[in-house]
């Protein structure tokens, strides 16, 4: 309702509720004062299939009186719950609130099992069968619908089962990258580069960096053009962390393999989000998360 910029929608809804049940009170008074002239038998004279006949009873009380319990009712819910409009009700109930209650409830009942993990290191967490099996449930409801079930990721989705890394693989960037997302960007990089075949000879000195199946006579000549890619990919292809820019010499390709795909990527360039977790899951989610997700890669570490 706050959606709209004047109340008129708030006090149609309200209205139409309101009058509703004033139909109904109308509804009942005038068809308890309505008498139809009854003949001496107390029938209505309708006879149908030869003799059936429709009696003239008056409603019965207790029904009656029911319907009138329900016209009360729904006054007094309409002033206790939100149903008119924008009124929020006198008990300030609402369906976020309650979600917010129940996630507040659920959290506090899991509080004593996410405490055993607190203390312990993501590679001594990911030996932990209990917080491993808690983790797998986390990813499968809050990850896997990009990352895939198994965590191998797909098109523009990274692996994250495979040790290798766009933004770090140590528990700590593990972490971060959960809490606070990533953004992946690389520019259109074509107007630095050169000609159109410029850029197909660059990708083709790209393929080579990995040992990939290539033309090494336009490698060669694509060779120096990768200049204008050192500064985030650095100089001999293996890319940065830092930046999200991931290594072009390991034959793992995040957004396809071969020359049309790489030259789109200098053409286009690329944006690509990780949304941040913080603010859906606790701190103890995400600890437990970042274990699993490491887990997955690496070994787990014995407690000493
Ligand atoms: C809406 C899709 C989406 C969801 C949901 C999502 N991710 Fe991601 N994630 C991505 C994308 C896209 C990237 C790559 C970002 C980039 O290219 O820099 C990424 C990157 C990552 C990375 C970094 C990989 C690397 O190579 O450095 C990790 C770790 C990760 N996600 C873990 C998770 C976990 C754990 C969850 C669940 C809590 C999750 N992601 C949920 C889309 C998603
Ligand atoms: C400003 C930094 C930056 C520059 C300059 C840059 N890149 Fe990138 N590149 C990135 C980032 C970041 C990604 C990852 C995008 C993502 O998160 O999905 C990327 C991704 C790629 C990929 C896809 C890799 C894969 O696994 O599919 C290729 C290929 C690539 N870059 C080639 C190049 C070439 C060739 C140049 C030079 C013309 C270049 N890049 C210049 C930052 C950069």
């Not at 290191?121 to 079930?149: K, T, V, W, Y």
């Not at 020359?259 to 103890?284: D, F, S, Y």
């Amino acid at each position: 309702m706050s959606d709209f910029t004047s109340n008129f929608w708030s006090v149609y809804v309200a209205g139409l509720a309101l009058a509703g049940i004033l139909g109904c009170l109308i509804l009942l008074w005038v068809t308890a004062r309505k008498k139809v002239a009854a003949s001496s038998d107390n029938t209505t004279g309708h006879v149908w299939d030869e003799d059936l006949r429709e009696m003239n009873n008056p409603m019965p009380r207790w029904w009656m009186w029911m319907f009138v319990l329900s016209i009360i009712f729904s006054l007094l819910y309409l002033v206790a719950y939100p149903g008119l409009g924008t009124y929020a009700g006198q008990l300030g109930w609402s369906t976020r609130g309650e979600y917010e209650a129940e996630m507040a409830q659920a959290r506090r009942e899991l509080e004593p099992l996410y405490a055993r993990f607190a203390a312990m290191p993501a590679p001594q967490m990911a030996g932990d069968a209990q917080a491993m099996a808690i983790g797998e449930r986390l990813f499968m409801n809050n990850c896997a619908q990009c990352h895939g079930s198994d965590a191998r990721g797909s098109k523009g989705f990274p692996n994250l089962a495979d040790g290798d890394w766009l933004h770090g693989g140590a528990p700590e960037q593990i972490h971060e990258t959960i809490m606070q997302g990533r953004t992946g960007v690389m520019p259109p990089m074509a107007a630095a580069v050169g000609t159109p075949n410029d850029v197909k000879n660059l990708a083709q000195y790209v393929l080579s960096l990995s040992g990939s199946p290539h033309d090494s006579l336009r490698a060669a000549l694509g060779k120096p053009k990768f200049a204008a890619c050192a500064a985030c990919h650095g100089a001999n292809g293996k890319g940065n962390p830092a930046l999200g820019a991931p290594n072009l010499t390991d034959d793992i390709w995040l957004h396809g393999w071969g020359e049309e795909a790489i030259a789109a990527m200098i053409n286009n360039g690329k944006t690509n989000q990780m949304p941040a977790q913080a603010g859906k899951l606790t701190e103890a989610q995400i600890q437990v998360l970042t274990a699993y997700v490491w887990g997955l890669s690496n070994k787990p570490v014995a407690a000493r």
